[in-house]
T-cell receptor, first 117, second 114 residues
Framework: AQSVTQLGSHVSVSEGALVLLRCNYSSSVPPYLFWYVQYPNQGLQLLLKYTTGATLVKGINGFEAEFKKSETSFHLTKPSAHMSDAAEYFCAVSDRGRGSTLGRLYFGRGTQLTVWP | ETGVTQSPTHLIKTRGQQVTLRCSSQSGHNTVSWYQQALGQGPQFIFQYYREEENGRGNFPPRFSGLQFPNYSSELNVNALELDDSALYLC?????????????FGPGTRLTVT
């Protein structure tokens, strides 16, 4: 079975500060890992994903994440927070589905990021 | 901007009623997954359809059922609505396009059960 733990349901940073959102996963097979962002009353937008290859993944809006197999982690970082980054962030793990490219996603409970001016 | 749309955007139903939610898939995709997101929670997997067949199901009762059409659009049906069914329902369209795995979420349908 696969699962995701997001450490910290709320994270607050000042504008310009480093953003670090933590995610640990459990998977019995090589995982596919994702970070999604959700703005109020909207759907999920993919920030970045790891499937194979380079373990440091760069995404949209200046975010990046590093897959560390030994630590079963996939933490999300951004060097300098912007007010527009305030949103809910979800880490997810997936396996490969039958025939289809991606199986079901297992989501964490989410981390609400607040950015102070 | 993705081509995944969901309808309706909002609806209000009474306990015991039935509801049908719809999702269009992205062009070139053959898989649709449905998720329920309760307030303050992460999305929970309901089921997935691949080429018109159910391809996995989460821990939801049989009153949650689905369908995928030949054009790969999909429906989620919920019978005998309960108050706890109030949530944001998200669909995700996935497939391989130009050699790349893709998955896009729709904007969701907000269901309120009173």
């Amino acid at each position: 079975a696969q699962s995701v733990t997001q450490l910290g349901s709320h994270v607050s940073v000042s504008e310009g500060a480093l953003v670090l959102l933590r995610c640990n996963y459990s998977s019995s097979v090589p995982p596919y890992l994702f970070w999604y962002v959700q703005y109020p009353n909207q759907g999920l937008q993919l920030l970045l994903k790891y499937t194979t290859g380079a373990t440091l993944v760069k995404g949209i809006n200046g975010f990046e994440a590093e897959f560390k197999k030994s630590e079963t982690s996939f933490h999300l970082t951004k060097p300098s927070a912007h007010m527009s980054d305030a949103a809910e962030y979800f880490c997810a793990v997936s396996d490969r589905g039958r025939g289809s490219t991606l199986g079901r996603l297992y989501f964490g409970r989410g981390t609400q990021l607040t950015v102070w001016p | 901007e993705t081509g995944v749309t969901q309808s309706p955007t909002h609806l209000i139903k009474t306990r015991g009623q039935q509801v049908t939610l719809r999702c269009s898939s992205q062009s070139g995709h053959n898989t649709v997954s449905w998720y329920q997101q309760a307030l303050g929670q992460g999305p929970q997997f309901i089921f997935q359809y691949y080429r018109e067949e159910e391809n996995g199901r989460g821990n939801f009762p049989p009153r949650f059922s689905g369908l995928q059409f030949p054009n790969y659009s999909s429906e989620l049906n919920v019978n005998a609505l309960e108050l706890d069914d109030s949530a944001l329902y998200l669909c995700a369209s996935s497939g391989r396009t130009s050699g790349r795995d893709e998955q896009y979420f729709g904007p969701g349908t907000r269901l309120t059960v009173t």
